[in-house]
């Protein structure tokens, strides 16, 4: 059993650059969640989505957008990045309120 | 909305001496809370939660934390630590009904032989 997966593991790019960041889940879960992880600040929530169409803002949006075409998978797109976005980045999924599972997190960094 | 306040970002502690992680939050209604650990370079592990039911919830490592309601309290605790428990800890949380988990700062735990 894979549950959360998340590729690349390490990249990085250059400022004005867009990517998307993969995450793909196996446990039927309907919610996903993507985080950022900075030094000393935990997590802040991004996005996340309830289900295959529907997605809401987390509390820092600006400049990421998503998409939940099906179940499994909820991509997270960087466009036109910026060094404010290097940083680590979860994903997870879950059927709440049981807890949620991680991905092992992209390390992006921007220059 | 839930917040969640871990008052120590770092905590050293002796192999085999006890630890308390603290971790408390802001709401009155119900809610739900979990610890997870993170080894260095990978996500964060689910440690243990709590829903409902009894305030006392243990890990399989020896990690236990108590829900407590009139401190608003979380606190993560072990009575002998060991190297492997280095790590960081991040205490989290939601009111029920609420799908967005509230996480802590974090505590790095660093065991010293």
């Known amino acids: 059993n894979a549950g959360v997966t998340q590729t690349p593991k390490f990249r990085i790019l250059k400022i004005g650059q867009s990517m998307t960041l993969q995450c793909t889940q196996d446990?039927?879960?309907?919610?996903m969640y993507w985080y950022r992880q900075d030094p000393g600040m935990g997590l802040k929530l991004i996005y996340y989505?309830?289900?295959?169409?529907?997605?809401d803002k987390g509390e820092v949006p600006n400049g990421y957008n998503v998409s939940r075409s099906t179940t499994e998978d909820f991509p997270l797109r960087l466009e036109l990045a910026a060094p404010s976005q290097t940083s680590v980045y979860f994903c997870?999924?879950?059927?709440?309120?049981?807890?949620?599972?991680f991905g092992d997190g992209t390390r992006l960094s921007i220059l | 909305a839930q917040s969640v306040t871990q008052l120590d970002s770092q905590v050293p502690v002796f192999e085999e001496a006890p630890v308390e992680l603290r971790c408390n939050y802001s709401?009155?209604?119900?809610?739900?809370l979990f610890w997870y650990v993170q080894y260095p370079n990978q996500g964060l592990q689910l440690l243990l939660k709590?829903?409902?039911?009894?305030?006392l919830v243990e890990s399989i490592n020896g990690f236990e934390a108590e829900f407590n309601k009139s401190q608003t309290s979380f606190h993560l605790r072990k009575p002998s630590v060991h190297i492997s428990d280095t790590a960081e800890y991040f205490c989290?949380?939601?009111?029920?009904?609420?799908?967005?988990?509230?996480f802590g700062t974090g505590t790095r735990l660093t065991i010293i032989p």
């Open positions: 997870a999924s879950s059927t709440p309120p049981q807890p949620q599972h």
């Open positions: 446990m039927n879960h309907n919610y």
């Open positions: 989505s309830v289900g295959a169409g529907i997605t």
């Open positions: 709401s009155s209604v119900s809610v739900y």
């Open positions: 709590y829903l409902s039911g009894s305030t």
């Open positions: 989290a949380g939601a009111n029920f009904g609420n799908e967005k988990l509230t």
